[in-house]
């Protein structure tokens, strides 16, 4: 069985990790030893956890921007670290977690992964099916988010049609945008096609100014 180390050295560019580990030793640690104890329980069955260049961007936005609401599209690992980071700048962060999926729901209250309690259960609804991409929305209300300024994409894992696995793009985002008429400030983790979409977005509200 791999340690964490390794598998996370599988999944990392070693100068990430390296990176974070040297300028945030006492984070470093902390999100490895909490790793450590799923996978080295079993890390085949824990699809959670991203790049160290993640946890990295994510904790210098926290530390240095400190946001006052913060909406996360598939929680996890990032919600445990959010969570360390905002009692120690000791400040009152609101966070709001999405999970899809009722299994995993249950799995991540049970991993401690909902530190602030706050994590909802809420439908995946597909927008609309263009070129093969479903663009999908975690199903809830916008109004309970006007204070937001900063959100996290790490969701949805799969989207299912006929028990076939399609191309998804998470437009939650997108949404709460065009309600509140601004722009957010973001991270997604992966999610190639997501990312894509907001890039464009991105570049033709910068070519309509």
């Known amino acids: 069985m791999k340690t964490v180390e390794e598998y996370r050295r599988d999944k990392d560019d070693i100068e990430q990790i390296e990176r974070y580990k ?9 999100i490895n030893d909490f790793q450590k104890m799923f996978y080295e329980e079993d890390h085949k ?18 530390l240095h921007k400190k946001p006052k609401h913060i909406v996360e599209y598939g929680p996890g690992f990032t919600t ?42 809420a439908e995946l609804k597909i927008a609309k099916e263009t070129d093969g991409f479903y663009y999908c929305y975690y199903d809830h209300s916008l109004e ?5 300024d900063f959100v996290i994409i790490d969701g ?8 076939i696995r ?16 601004r722009e957010i400030e973001h991270m997604i983790d992966g999610r190639h096609d997501t990312h894509l979409f907001y890039n464009i977005n991105y570049k033709q509200r910068l070519c309509e100014q």
Do not use: A
Not at 22 to 30: L, Q
Not at 45 to 62: A, K, Q, S
Not at 89 to 110: A, G, H, I, M, Q
């Open 22 to 30: 040297s300028k945030y030793p006492d984070y470093y640690s902390f």
């Open 45 to 62: 069955e824990v699809t959670m956890g991203t790049d160290y260049g993640f946890y990295y961007f994510l904790t210098d936005h926290i």
């Open 80 to 121: 445990v670290l959010i969570h360390r980071l905002s009692q120690d700048l000791d400040y009152d962060l609101k966070v709001t977690s999405y999970e899809d999926s009722p299994l995993w729901f249950d799995r991540l209250n049970n991993m401690k992964c909902n530190p602030f309690g706050t994590m909802k259960l």
């Open 144 to 148: 309970d988010h006007r204070d937001v």
């Open 156 to 163: 949805p894992g799969k989207v299912i049609i006929n028990n």
């Open 166 to 181: 399609k191309k998804n793009i998470n437009i939650n985002l997108d949404m709460m945008e065009k309600s509140f008429d």
